[in-house]
């Protein structure tokens, strides 16, 4: 079987990855293994491969790898999330540039364009995945929009309104204008930014008084209802009872007296707009203000503001503030730095809203929820994010669960009568219920709610509607894959997601979905900055593949993400995965470029061979243990380790048979076997190429991607301590050639003086690594001859004929008088106590730093002379 010189991981992977697929590996039914089943997190159905996708799926997929190895019944479960607004936006865009405005078609209409951008482009991350070496169950895909899938939202959102946990009103919510449609507090991102201070005169009713209020949104003066100073402010008690004009509408407002407002904090004086803040609104409902709404829904004034009409508010915002100035009714600007809200898919400025809306009631949810966190029936790594989480579930809000968007599942509420409703699964159930309120309705007078459902409350059903347990709760899926086992996802959609799975969980399976949350870290640039298209920073991973193989792009996102923690990303960690490729590629040419013959084995290559199997076990055992703690990097590392310094740099050194000659057959199928054991240890991480090397061993029928996990065996300490010294020795010997010059080729002799404990046997082992003709031992020190310690014992190379003595002590004299002269110096410095007094303390140290030093490199120095005379 001829063996390429190079790896080309383009032919491998797409070779290994069809093959995996026509063997149905990556498939799962339930029989009467121990199941193993992880979820994916469901990408937008609108996204395109990017970098934390690349992390996250990596990490997924090494542990669904390794599970395959070790008999459980893998089983990962991949799909798509419909992502309302992101794909709302997108199609709303594609009409527009065909010419079409979504508000001139029927909301049936839309969704059949909706439906064909989702078939044409709604796989594309899938696909992507597969390259990176995703083994997914892809007959189980799902998408949060497939009818079975939809069924189980509806349901459960009725079954929600019928246990009286989902309710309808007006509130104040986060409007996005851009996307026109609410958001919960989870999916406002609040930035801090640059904003102005605006310092605006209102003049007294019937007096020529004034009062100055601050404020950085001048635009809402138009909305004004009142202006509210602390009872206990003297300054402000005279105006009880009188009113104040809105500059420009020339609208009287009252003053009110309130606790809430900060004596201390700018002029002392509120305005209070309650229609669009959150706590003028509280401030208005408990002072019965009026309302004044002056905002479209797509952040222009309408009507009610009376000037600007049509205007953007932030157009707005500048023009106010000229005819304020103008008019005299602007103080003054100050320069600001505030946190904004913005949203989290349109990235457009949140403006607060009153609006008729759906929310769950979440208190009740939210106990259970925390409890099986915190008494760690569910596991968090890292654990700091526990912390993060309770403040999360101790500070709930009720879920606003209603979108003013088409794409998603319609509100199953259907109004009759104005605006009585009910809530039901379909229309002709809703109809049912309506005639027991009301006999004479009919079909036709139901209308269903506009608005879609919030796209999380499908996604916190993902662990349980993919495998359909909502629909039918006792089915044999959901009782042998639920709950799964881990969930590797982000820190970010901790509450977003996470929890609110962990809710639906406890309350439609009475369990919790997951045993393990490995929370990953953010893919930066070298600069620290979060990797995102509009910075132009962010590679393209399929790019990145084609360039490095998948396998080494799997390994360098891997080399340096611990859990939790922020990945500094640079593409020359990808180039280290894929020179480990080749590491990996070169070791295996040379074992199958070697003779065998049935010839004596040598010792030495029965002490390498006895080493490398106890350091295998001890690395299985790191493995595991990295593993067991979801330290993914570190079992990386440790089969890396293995593989680089044991294996190449030692193992395959060790038992190589001299230039042209033969190896032995019982050294070569003992390095067959090691090599097969570090392929299996690699496979998780380094599928492509393990799977490849694992087929052109030898030919056979079976695959690494369901071998045998390896499992470690008793370790021998005794024999890994003997080897550490040796190698020691060994690098003791190739450090004296390298700095005198003797080429490798050139054969010396050792001496060894034992002080201490020194296994005898490892000598054949130094004589072979260190191209020595003899090893004795001997009582005294050798003269005329290189030396260095390991450990107590000592080590003495003879000088060879190669090396000039005289040269060697004139350069040994010359570094001694250079030597001598340097602390001759340092002690002049130091015995200066002026210098000593005044200097400060570091420099001080760091001066007799270097006398000591010195003074050792002279003591060295000195030996080494004498040990030539």
């Known amino acids: 079987m001829s063996i390429p010189k190079t790896y080309n991981p383009n032919i491998s992977e797409s070779k290994w990855y069809a093959h995996w697929m026509d063997k149905k590996y990556f498939s799962s039914t339930p029989d009467d293994r121990e199941p193993y089943s992880i979820v994916i997190p469901p990408p937008n159905v609108t996204g395109v491969l990017h970098m934390g996708h690349m992390l996250n799926n990596t990490l997924q997929d090494v542990l669904i790898r390794k599970a395959r190895m070790k008999g459980f019944n893998a089983c990962w479960v991949p799909g798509t999330d419909h992502a309302s607004i992101a794909t709302e936006a997108k199609v709303v865009q594609k009409l527009a540039k065909e010419g079409i405005d979504k508000n001139d078609i029927s909301r049936e209409e839309f969704m059949v364009h909706a439906w064909e951008w989702k078939e044409k482009h709604g796989g594309i991350i899938l696909e992507q995945l597969k390259k990176l070496g995703a083994s997914c169950d892809w007959d189980r895909t799902k998408f949060t929009m497939d009818d079975s899938m939809s069924e189980s939202v509806i349901s459960v959102f009725v079954d929600l309104f019928n246990k009286g946990l989902v309710y309808?009103?007006?509130?104040?919510?986060?409007?996005?204008?851009?996307?026109?449609?609410?958001?919960?507090?989870?999916?406002v991102i609040h930035k801090e930014v640059d904003s102005k201070l605006y310092y605006i005169t209102y003049k007294i009713e019937d007096s020529e008084e004034t009062i100055t209020i601050a404020t950085t949104r001048p635009e809402t003066i138009l909305g004004d209802s009142a202006i509210c100073v602390n009872p206990n402010d003297q300054r402000y008690s005279h105006l009880k009872g009188k009113k104040a004009i809105v500059p420009l509408v020339n609208r009287s407002i009252p003053f009110i007296f309130d606790d809430y407002v900060d004596v201390e904090f700018g002029t002392g004086a509120l305005k209070v707009t309650p229609a669009h803040d959150l706590n003028d609104y509280q401030l208005g409902d408990k002072h019965g203000l009026e309302v004044i709404d002056i905002f479209n829904d797509d952040g222009t004034i309408n009507e009610l503001g009376q000037l600007y009409v049509g205007m953007d508010r932030f157009e707005v915002r500048s023009q106010i503030a000229?005819?304020?100035?103008?008019?005299?009714?602007?103080?003054?600007?100050?320069?600001?730095?505030?946190?904004?809200?913005?949203?989290?898919?349109?990235?457009?400025?949140?403006?607060?809203?009153?609006?008729?809306?759906?929310?769950?009631?979440?208190?009740?949810?939210?106990?259970?929820?925390?409890?099986c966190v915190m008494n760690n029936d569910i596991n968090f790594y890292p654990e700091k994010f526990k912390n993060t989480y309770r403040h999360w579930m101790e500070n709930i809000k009720d879920w606003c669960l209603s979108r003013q968007l088409w794409w998603g599942q319609q509100i199953p509420a259907y109004f009759y009568d104005g605006n009585n409703f009910v809530v039901a699964s379909s229309k002709e159930e809703a109809l049912v219920l309506a005639q027991a309120k009301k006999a004479d309705v009919t079909l036709e007078d139901l209308r269903q709610d506009e608005d879609v459902l919030d796209t999380w409350f499908s996604s916190w059903l993902w662990p349980i509607s993919?495998?359909?347990?909502?629909?039918?709760?006792?089915?044999?899926?959901?009782?042998?894959?639920?709950?799964?086992?881990?969930?590797?996802?982000?820190?970010?959609i901790l509450f977003f997601w996470v929890a609110r799975m962990i809710m639906a969980g406890k309350e439609y399976q009475k369990e919790i979905p997951f045993k393990n949350v490995y929370l990953t870290g953010i893919v930066r640039d070298k600069l620290g900055r979060k990797m995102s298209k509009s910075l132009g920073n962010s590679p393209d991973p399929i790019e990145l593949m084609n360039k490095h193989g998948a396998d080494g792009v799997r390994v360098g996102m891997l080399l340096s993400s611990p859990a939790g923690n922020d990945l500094p990303f640079d593409e020359s960690l990808c180039e280290q995965g894929r020179n480990f490729s080749n590491k990996i590629w070169n070791a295996f040419r040379l074992i199958k470029g070697w003779e065998v013959q049935d010839i004596e084995q040598p010792e030495s290559s029965k002490i390498a061979i006895d080493w490398f199997a106890n350091k295998t076990n001890v690395t299985i055992t790191e493995i595991e243990k990295s593993f067991d703690q979801f330290r993914i990097s570190?079992?990386?590392?440790?089969?890396?380790?293995?593989?680089?310094?044991?294996?190449?740099?030692?193992?395959?050194?060790?038992?190589?048979?001299?230039?042209q000659a033969p190896i032995d057959a019982k050294t070569y199928h003992s390095t067959i076997e090691m090599l097969e054991t570090v392929l299996k240890l690699l496979h998780p991480f380094m599928p492509f190429i393990t799977e490849e090397i694992w087929h052109l061993i030898k030919e056979r029928e079976d695959d690494i991607i369901v071998a045998q996990w390896p499992v470690?065996?008793?370790?021998?300490?005794?024999?890994?301590?003997?080897?550490?010294?040796?190698?020691?020795?060994?690098?003791?010997i190739r450090n004296i050639r390298k700095s005198k010059q003797i080429s490798n080729k050139e054969v010396l002799s050792l001496s060894i003086k034992i002080n201490g404990d020194f296994d005898k046997s490892i000598d054949v082992l130094i004589a072979k690594m260190s191209n020595l003709t003899h090893i004795d031992y001997v009582d005294e020190k050798v003269n005329g001859a290189f030396s260095f310690r390991v450990g107590s014992n000592e080590f003495f190379v003879p000088l060879g004929q190669s090396v000039d003595v005289e040269a060697e002590l004139e350069k040994l004299n010359q570094e001694?008088?250079?030597?001598?002269g340097f602390l001759n110096s340092v002690?002049?410095?130091?015995?200066?106590?002026?210098?000593?007094?005044?200097?400060?303390?570091?420099?001080?140290?760091?001066?007799?730093?270097?006398?000591?030093?010195?003074?050792?490199?002279?003591?060295?120095?000195?030996?080494?002379?004498?040990?030539?005379?």
């Not at 993919?466 to 970010?492: C, M, S, W």
């Open 322 to 371: 000229v005819d304020l100035k103008e008019k005299g009714f602007l103080d003054k600007v100050e320069e600001l730095k505030n946190k904004v809200g913005y949203s989290e898919r349109t990235d457009a400025v949140i403006e607060p809203k009153l609006s008729m809306q759906w929310f769950l009631k979440m208190e009740d949810f939210s106990k259970p929820a925390l409890d």
């Open 816 to 820: 001694l008088v250079y030597t001598k």
């Open 827 to 869: 002690n002049k410095k130091l015995s200066n106590q002026r210098f000593v007094d005044s200097a400060p303390e570091q420099v001080v140290a760091m001066e007799k730093k270097k006398q000591s030093d010195a003074q050792t490199k002279i003591n060295m120095l000195e030996n080494q002379i004498k040990s030539f005379s």
């Open 712 to 732: 470690a065996s008793s370790v021998d300490t005794s024999v890994l301590q003997s080897f550490n010294i040796g190698a020691e020795v060994i690098s003791g």
């Open 634 to 659: 570190e079992a990386l590392m440790s089969s890396y380790k293995l593989v680089w310094d044991d294996f190449c740099s030692w193992y395959l050194e060790a038992i190589k048979p001299a230039y």
């Open 466 to 492: 993919v495998f359909d347990g909502i629909r039918n709760p006792d089915n044999e899926e959901i009782g042998y894959y639920y709950p799964t086992k881990d969930l590797v996802t982000a820190p970010e």
């Open 168 to 187: 309808r009103g007006v509130r104040m919510v986060n409007w996005d204008p851009s996307a026109q449609t609410a958001l919960s507090d989870e999916e």
